[in-house]
């Protein structure tokens, strides 16, 4: 019987991978950085790139009157926008605002856009946070009450997700405003402020969300009802609604959590039609506004928002996929 050297080295030990999900938030991240990045060049650019002196445009902004100025009355806001300096000199001045959280000075208002825009955007997030629950709330009904029951329920329930996730966000809240606050009563027709203000254009964001999201649930889980866990479950005596809300509603979900990043941003973007519908603050009126007056560092500094949002509920939802979904965690 041979005996092992003491000498002999012990084996090497590995080292454990890094996690799944830390590799994907920083592979995520580094992705974000990029996006953002390549959102504030062109949008930049855009601005660079508009026609005529933009001293002037800015003083004739500012004082309301499209007229010829001197170069004495021009040269205080060349000397505080830095107009002079070279174009990349100002992009990467721009740049450098952007990472201390600067967005730039309205030309009208002459106040900082992220003061403008803060002081209307928790009524936004508030809208769109609360049409995205509504939206799941309604997908999640929807789904489970008609996926999968036959023949005429299933053509039904799929008829009216692709109509609903057509629909307009101006024609519907326009209708809802007609049938529940003129007709009925029961919402304030503009400008209502607290929850009864909230719920019709909440419900104008959701609906054509959650047929859009319902659309991608349904396949999903019409497929998950044919797997063997369903079959195994109804063996063990549980009920139909618990099959359906406890099994197969957690695998079908994965492609509306995919798409919640996405219908965030795009929440987000349609709250500036539908805050101009029923009379509501938030930046979609200021939007509106800053359109109408030209006035390029607000729209610039919206659509900045908006992709940042986008860009961090994408993040939120890859996680949440992983979380939701045990088998990507041992993806290598």
Same mark, same amino acid.
């Given at each position: 019987m041979t005996r092992t050297s003491s000498a002999e080295a012990p084996p090497t030990r590995r080292a454990s991978p890094t996690p799944v999900p830390l590799r994907l938030v920083a592979g995520k991240a580094v992705a974000a950085v990029l996006v953002l990045l390549g959102a504030a060049t062109a949008a930049f650019f855009a601005q660079a790139a508009i026609p005529g002196d933009r001293a002037t445009a800015i003083l004739n902004i500012r004082n309301g009157q499209a007229i010829e100025r001197t170069a004495e009355e021009l040269a205080p806001i060349i000397a505080e926008y830095h107009l002079d300096d070279p174009t990349f000199v100002q992009y990467l001045t721009y740049l450098r605002g952007l990472v201390a959280g600067d967005l730039g000075t309205s030309y009208q208002q002459h106040r900082p856009v992220l003061a403008i825009v803060a002081d209307q955007l928790g009524s936004t997030v508030v809208l769109t946070l609360t049409a995205l629950l509504f939206a799941w709330v309604l997908m999640i009904v929807w789904v489970t009450l008609t996926a999968g029951r036959g023949p005429r329920v299933r053509a039904v329930?799929?008829?009216?997700?692709?109509?609903?996730?057509? $629909?307009? %966000?101006?024609? /519907?809240?326009? *209708?809802? @405003?007609?049938?529940? &606050? +003129? !007709?009925?009563?029961?919402f304030p027709v503009i400008g209502g402020t607290g929850l009864p203000g909230l719920i019709l254009p909440a419900l104008t964001l959701a609906i054509p969300l959650a047929g859009f999201m319902g659309q991608a649930?349904?396949?999903?889980?019409?497929?998950?009802?044919?797997?063997?866990?369903?079959?195994?479950?109804?063996?063990?005596?549980?009920?139909?609604?618990?099959?359906?809300?406890?099994?197969? $509603?957690? %695998?079908?979900? /994965?492609?509306? *959590?995919? @798409?919640?990043?996405? &219908? +965030? !941003?795009?929440?987000?973007?349609?709250?500036?039609?539908?805050?101009?519908?029923?009379?509501?603050?938030?930046?979609?009126?200021?939007?509106?506004?800053?359109?109408?007056?030209?006035?390029?560092?607000?729209?610039?500094?919206?659509?900045?928002?908006?992709?940042?949002?986008?860009?961090?509920?994408?993040?939120?939802?890859d996680v949440a996929y992983v979380l939701v979904d045990p088998r990507l965690r041992r993806a290598a």
């Open positions: 329930g799929g008829f009216v997700d692709t109509v609903t996730a057509g $629909l307009p %966000h101006y024609w /519907l809240g326009i *209708i809802l @405003l007609l049938v529940f &606050a +003129l !007709g009925l009563g029961w649930t349904r396949t999903e889980f019409e497929r998950a009802l044919d797997q063997p866990f369903v079959l195994s479950a109804r063996t063990r005596g549980m009920g139909e609604a618990g099959v359906r809300l406890r099994h197969v $509603l957690r %695998h079908a979900v /994965l492609p509306a *959590i995919t @798409l919640s990043g996405w &219908a +965030l !941003g795009a929440t987000i973007s349609g709250a500036v039609v539908v805050e101009a519908v029923f009379a509501r603050p938030g930046i979609g009126s200021v939007l509106v506004s800053a359109v109408n007056s030209q006035d390029m560092p607000i729209v610039i500094g919206v659509v900045m928002l908006i992709a940042a949002f986008y860009v961090i509920a994408n993040l939120v939802v």
